[in-house]
């Protein structure tokens, strides 16, 4: 019980701020829509519990993919923060469906909801709490990747840099951009058919919510997708291959793999070195490079192959690729 507490300390701190501030504004959301009989109301309910228990999940799952390696997984737990992904994208899935049904409902046969003051405080509220969260989700994925930004700059960064965030960071990011976005047009969609008497606007923006939902659902789907199977890292393989280049003694790459274990990296590496170098030497080179290469963020584990100068280079295209 003790591993598993000093587990969840480690969790995704951006998941759980998100699920709990998602839980309070879906239960707030789910009294104005009883109170009311809104739709968008119903479709905002449906939103926020389905990103609550959600993020509580990836929470949850961040936290476990910490655990330490063991004699039966001796490759650590990594991806275990996509598997728990996978799954709870299905929650996701269920919600939109949900959403989109009874929006279609609404627009078939259309009914004039009350309580406009309420539904507009509730939706301002809710959605300004889900700005919050977006924010400090940017904030994360900002120092996850040790970028400095302030202000507008938080938002285009965050947004540009959003693939080299974590899953569980990434995940929150993209609920909260879609949550808040929902509200605003919940909060447009009850205005409309208050003072238009254009009362389908409501289901046709719950459908609009549910279909931003399936778009989470897939996007996040595609990514966990690859991260269980083992996705490599290009950008971390060009960096560590540039790196590994500037050292004096490594005349080649004869090959690197990085491979994503959710937020842990692992690196094989096989190099080309000059084959009159003693055992001493080269034992010197793999130090040098495994010490290195250890320093990146993310890097968990490093495996160094030698092979003797062919005199081919293999990496000199790869070279020219940008690396930040």
């Not at 909801?113 to 509730?122: E, L, P, R, T, Y």
């Not at 393989?237 to 937020?263: A, L, S, Y």
Request: zero cysteines; glycine letters at 8%; proline letters at 2%.
């Amino acid at each position: 019980m003790g591993e598993l507490f000093q587990l969840l300390k480690r969790g995704n701190k951006s998941a759980m701020l998100a699920a709990i501030i998602n839980t309070i504004i879906s239960i707030i959301k789910g009294v104005a829509f009883m109170y009311t009989g809104n739709v968008a109301m119903f479709a905002e309910t449906m939103h926020s519990l389905g990103d609550a228990a959600n993020q509580f999940f990836v929470f949850v799952g961040s936290a476990l993919s910490k655990k330490a390696p063991t004699e039966k997984y001796p490759n650590g737990f990594g991806r275990l923060v996509n598997l728990v992904l996978l799954g709870a994208v299905l929650i996701v899935g269920i919600m939109a469906f949900e959403t989109i049904k009874e929006g279609y409902h609404h627009v078939i046969h259309p009914t004039e909801s009350g309580g406009f003051a309420i539904n507009i405080i509730v939706l301002a509220v809710a959605t300004l709490l889900e700005t919050f969260v977006l924010f400090k989700a940017m904030k994360e994925i900002l120092h996850d990747i040790e970028i400095e930004a302030s202000g507008l700059q938080v938002f285009t960064k965050s947004l540009a840099n959003l693939g080299r965030a974590k899953p569980a960071t990434k995940l929150v990011f993209m609920e909260d951009l879609v949550a808040t976005l929902g509200g605003l047009l919940a909060i447009i969609a009850v205005v409309i058919s208050r003072f238009t008497g254009f009362h389908q606007i409501e289901g046709l923006a719950s459908m609009l919510i549910g279909a931003m939902m399936f778009f989470v659902v897939g996007r996040v789907f595609l990514d966990n997708a690859a991260g269980v199977l083992g996705q490599a890292d290009e950008e971390m393989e060009n960096r560590i291959g540039v790196m590994v280049m500037e050292d004096p003694d490594v005349k080649d790459i004869q090959g690197i793999t990085v491979i994503k274990e959710g937020e842990d990296l692992h690196v094989e590496l096989e190099i080309e070195v000059d084959p009159k170098l003693t055992v001493a030497a080269a034992d010197d080179i793999k130090d040098r490079l495994h010490e290195r290469i250890m320093a990146e963020k993310g890097v968990v584990d490093v495996t160094i192959e030698f092979d003797e100068e062919d005199e081919v280079m293999s990496w000199k295209a790869r070279t020219e690729s940008t690396v930040d």
